[in-house]
């Protein structure tokens, strides 16, 4: 199976196609930099980048988004004019790391102790209000869209939400998005407080046994620790993918 950027699941839709670029939009949660962003289907000249930019711009500020993201092709690094005009702009550069594993090679873990289940209706109230109360720290609003917009996904059959409790709560959590021969480690957090306990290795031994037949996909931040964890875990590397934001545009 030949595995690309293109298999990790986002929930935009698509605006607009050019030669140039793909305009993704999720107007359901227009603070989402991950589900509105402009996608590059091969590195553009500074003189694009500038106009793609200003159509961008005016387009978030006609609906009240603040923010611009670029999304630039898999495996390509980018030229030296553009980093320096994205800095001087004072963008973010960033980089993400897809990863892959069968999930019969995955190693075992007894470590933990936590209970690890498909949410239900019991749990999911508990559920939105965790991510929730993780994701304040950008925004109220985004808070809430987030929050509305899991529990739309507890109804989507695309979608299934486990989480691990520990003496009846909540501490971590992961969605996997199922297709027909992936199935997607997304949104996979355990609390401050109850990491380094085995808990991670334990969520994910559970989506092992569940969707042994698949292969499991994810997309790490290149520059953050985690990514050194998959690899210990067996996790191959598969490619790798810049980005930019600019959080807060006038």
């Keep these: 199976m030949n595995l690309t950027f293109s298999n990790i699941y986002n929930p935009g839709i698509i605006e607009k196609d050019t030669n140039d670029f793909t305009h993704v939009a999720f107007i359901e949660v227009p603070e989402m930099y991950d589900g509105n962003f402009i996608k590059w289907k091969e590195i553009p000249t500074l003189e694009t980048l500038k106009q793609v930019e200003n159509y961008m711009k005016e387009m ?10 670029f999304v630039f092709p898999q495996d390509e690094k980018l030229p030296d004019e553009l980093v320096a005009y994205l800095t001087e702009q004072h963008y973010d550069m960033g980089i993400l790391e897809m990863y892959a594993i069968d999930p019969k090679t995955f ?10 289940q498909f949410i239900s209706e019991e749990t999911l109230q508990a559920y939105g209000d965790i991510h929730y109360e993780e994701a304040k720290q950008w925004g109220e609003s985004y808070a809430l869209s987030k929050r509305e917009m899991l529990k739309k996904d507890y109804r989507d059959q695309r979608k299934q939400q486990i989480i691990a409790l520990v003496d009846g709560e909540i501490v971590g959590s992961v969605d996997i998005i199922v297709r027909d021969q992936t199935a997607e480690i ?6 401050t407080a109850f990491q380094r306990q085995g808990i991670g290795s334990q969520i994910q031994q559970f989506v092992m046994q569940h969707y042994a037949e698949k292969t ?3 997309v790490a931040d290149g520059e953050d620790t985690p990514k050194d964890m998959y690899v210990k875990q067996g996790y191959r ?3 790798f993918q810049y980005n930019a934001l600019k959080a807060d545009i006038e």
Excluded: E, T, Y
């Design 186 to 191: 997304d949104n996979f957090f355990v609390l």
């Design 107 to 116: 190693p075992s873990n007894d470590r933990s102790s936590a209970q690890i």
């Design 237 to 239: 590397f598969i490619g």
């Design 60 to 69: 978030h500020l006609a609906r009240g988004q603040k923010h611009v993201k």
């Design 216 to 218: 499991i996909i994810l």
